[in-house]
Each structure stands twice: as C-alpha cells, then as structure tokens.
C-alpha cells in the first residue's frame, strides 16, 4: 500500500479539465515538496511538476499542481488523447527519510 | 543532455543477490546537491522508492528494504551501483535509476529507461 493516496482513476471528454489528488500527511506532502510525473504505456516516468507547482521546460501550460497543507492536486486542461497515462505523485518523508509515492492514477480521455 | 541507463541480470534465483548498474552522462555526482535514486515498479503495480545516494556519499534507504539494499558510486566510471540479497519472487520489478538535480524532494529528472528483472523460485 503506497504512502500516499490517489483516486485509482479519472476519465474526462477531450478539450476538458481533470484534476488528480493526491493525500499524504505532514512528514511528507505536509512539510516537503511535491512532484508530479506522467508514465505513458510501457516507457519511464516523466516529471511533469516539481517544488509543488513549477513545471519542468518543455512542459505544456495546461498541466499544473498546487499544494495546500497535506494534500496536492495535478491539473491538466485542454485534455488531448495523448494525455492518457497513469500519473503519480511523489514526495520526501522525513519520518521514512526516503521519498515516496502515490498509488498511481489512470487517466482516461474519453 | 543528461542520459542514464540500468544493466544487469533480467533473471534471478531466489535467494540471490542481484546487483544492478546505472550509467549516467551529462552530469557529474561530485556536484553539489546532485543525487541518482533508485526506483522500482513491479507489473501493473506502483513506483517505490529504494533508495537514493548523494554528491557527498550520503544515502537513504527505504526502510522496509535496507538491511538488504546497498547503493555505491564510482564517480570515475560515472556508475551507481545497488546491490539487493536475499533476491524473493516478490521482488519482481522494472528497476528504474534516476537523476535529481540540486534542490529538494523526489524531482527526478531524467529517469533510464529501466530494466526488467524477474525472480524465479
């Protein structure tokens, strides 16, 4: 079971909004920063976001993240076919002195 | 351009010691604030952080994993090795290596391409 909890999956219409959670506690999400990361079928993890809401170059405009207390959200407007993945969150716990992550969200378009 | 890569067995018996090797370019881990974290993820399962060593030699361990993990350097080589024993069909995982710049955080960034090692009892 993963230290961090996401909603296992999210479906929206193309050109549409999602939004992804992400729940941890204050040794991590709480007191560290968040990262978020698109997987495509069958390649590595890719970091969309990081330091909570700053996104790497080359990332599109329509995905971001915030944070507010223990909990982090990954948005992604403009929904494209290309978006389907599962996405996770990630983060250093201090408690566990290693980093960890979310369970994964599947990310439908429909 | 910053590259990694994992290599080593793709099979292992349980009980074995399996011992993997990240190649990296584009980066030195003499760095100030640079890391390389190891990461695994078994089919259709989600990622989990093993471990993580830093530019001055300083590493963190998962927990559950750390009286078995050993991660090394060998800065001449560019090469990060882990070491896992006690190798359990459980274990069976994609293994990822991947860069994390200075700062703080799991911001990986870029990860290798990962390398599939199955456990057979």
């Known amino acids: 079971q993963s230290v961090l909890t996401q909603p296992p999956s999210v479906s929206a219409a193309p050109g549409q909004k999602v939004t992804i959670s992400c729940s941890g506690s204050?040794?991590?999400?709480?007191?560290?920063?968040v990262a978020w990361y698109q997987q495509l079928p069958g390649t590595a993890p890719q970091l969309l976001i990081h330091d909570n809401n700053k996104r790497p170059s080359g990332i599109p405009d329509r995905f971001s993240g915030s944070k507010s207390g223990t909990s982090a959200t990954l948005a992604i407007t403009g929904l494209q076919t290309g978006d389907e993945a599962d996405y996770y969150c990630?983060?250093?716990?201090?408690?566990?002195?290693?980093?960890?992550f979310g369970g994964g969200t599947k990310l439908t378009v429909l | 351009q910053i590259t990694l890569k994992e290599s080593g067995p793709t099979l292992v018996k349980s009980t074995q010691t399996l011992t993997l090797t990240c190649t990296f370019s584009g980066f030195s881990l003499s760095t100030t604030g640079v890391a390389v974290g190891w990461i695994r993820q078994p089919p259709g399962k989600a990622l989990e952080c093993l471990g993580i060593?830093?530019?001055?030699?300083?590493?963190r361990y998962s927990p559950s994993l750390k009286n078995r993990l050993t991660i090394t350097t060998d800065t001449s080589k560019n090469q990060v090795v882990l070491t896992m024993t006690n190798m359990d069909p459980v274990d069976t995982a994609t293994y990822y290596c991947?860069?994390?710049?200075?700062?703080?955080?799991?911001?990986?960034?870029?990860w290798g391409q990962g390398t599939l090692v199955t456990v057979s009892s």
């Open positions: 991947a860069h994390r710049p200075p700062g703080q955080g799991v911001k990986f960034d870029p």
């Open positions: 060593i830093y530019w001055d030699d300083d590493k």
């Open positions: 990630g983060s250093w716990d201090s408690g566990l002195s290693v980093g960890v």
């Open positions: 204050s040794s991590n999400i709480g007191n560290n920063y």
